[in-house]
């Protein structure tokens, strides 16, 4: 009879205690390390390796430059090429001026987020393999288990942003009153532009 609230207590202590606190942080610790090491194994055994993909092309913008004529290109043409300008403003003479920036990112061959040459010759995200398939599953179980078990739940970190190096393209075109191309200056300069997966 004196035993019984002895093995209560036990069973108490076990099932994580009154209050649940010792049976939450047990958990998250296992199963969060656990879905850790399976993820990081994971990842690591996906990354590509150097020297097996396709060198990528150089970006065609100094190509693009070049076919700028100046009295021929106007601002209809220019802006279906390269885009919507960065910056614009009103020239002395009462034309308008548009700069550009953009940067090329030079990638690591080992970098998960590498871009790969697609089969028309376009830069596209590199396809996940099955094993990455297996390690997004994972994780996503993971984060089920911790949406089951701990209230509030855990929020995701934003992803801390990644800087490559890369080349700095520069360029400033000027448009006559009529919208004509009067004259362009282009530059360009190594720097370093923040990474995003394509696509």
Same mark, same amino acid.
């Not at 690591?108 to 010759?121: E, I, L, N």
């Not at 996503?140 to 209230?151: H, I, K, S």
């Given at each position: 009879m004196?035993?019984?609230?002895?093995m209560?207590?036990r069973a108490? #202590? !076990? /099932? $994580?205690?009154? +209050?649940g606190?010792a049976?939450?942080? $047990?958990g998250?610790?296992?199963? =969060?390390?656990?879905? %850790?090491? #399976?993820s990081t194994?994971l990842l #690591?055994?996906? @990354?590509?390796v150097p020297?097996?993909l396709?060198?990528?092309p150089?970006h065609p913008?100094?190509?693009?430059?070049e076919q700028?004529?100046?009295?021929?290109?106007?601002?209809?043409? #220019?802006?279906?090429?390269? =885009?919507?300008?960065h910056a614009v403003?009103q !020239?002395? &003479?009462?034309?308008?001026?548009?700069?550009?920036?953009f940067a090329?990112?030079?990638?690591?061959? +080992?970098d998960?987020?590498?871009?790969?040459?697609?089969?028309?010759?376009?830069?596209e995200?590199?396809?996940? &393999?099955k094993?990455e398939?297996?390690?997004a !599953?994972? %994780?996503?179980? $993971?984060r089920w288990? +911790?949406w089951?078990?701990?209230?509030p739940?855990?929020?995701?970190?934003?992803? /801390?942003?990644r800087?490559l190096?890369a @080349?700095?393209?520069?360029?400033?075109v000027?448009f +006559?009153?009529?919208?004509?191309?009067v004259?362009?200056?282009?530059r360009s300069e190594?720097?370093?532009?923040? %990474? &995003?997966?394509?696509?």
């Amino acid at each position: 009879m004196e035993r019984e609230p002895e093995m209560g207590r036990r069973a108490a #202590v !076990s /099932a $994580g205690g009154a +209050d649940g606190v010792a049976f939450r942080r $047990g958990g998250r610790g296992v199963c =969060g390390g656990l879905v %850790a090491a #399976v993820s990081t194994w994971l990842l #690591v055994g996906c @990354t590509p390796v150097p020297g097996e993909l396709e060198p990528l092309p150089r970006h065609p913008f100094p190509r693009w430059v070049e076919q700028l004529e100046v009295g021929s290109s106007d601002a209809e043409i #220019v802006r279906a090429r390269f =885009g919507e300008p960065h910056a614009v403003e009103q !020239s002395v &003479t009462g034309g308008a001026i548009h700069r550009y920036r953009f940067a090329e990112i030079h990638w690591p061959d +080992d970098d998960p987020d590498r871009p790969v040459v697609g089969a028309r010759g376009h830069l596209e995200p590199r396809p996940r &393999t099955k094993r990455e398939d297996i390690g997004a !599953s994972i %994780a996503a179980f $993971g984060r089920w288990l +911790d949406w089951l078990m701990f209230y509030p739940p855990r929020q995701p970190r934003p992803a /801390a942003p990644r800087y490559l190096p890369a @080349t700095i393209h520069h360029l400033e075109v000027r448009f +006559d009153l009529e919208g004509r191309l009067v004259a362009y200056a282009y530059r360009s300069e190594p720097g370093r532009a923040p %990474a &995003t997966r394509p696509g």
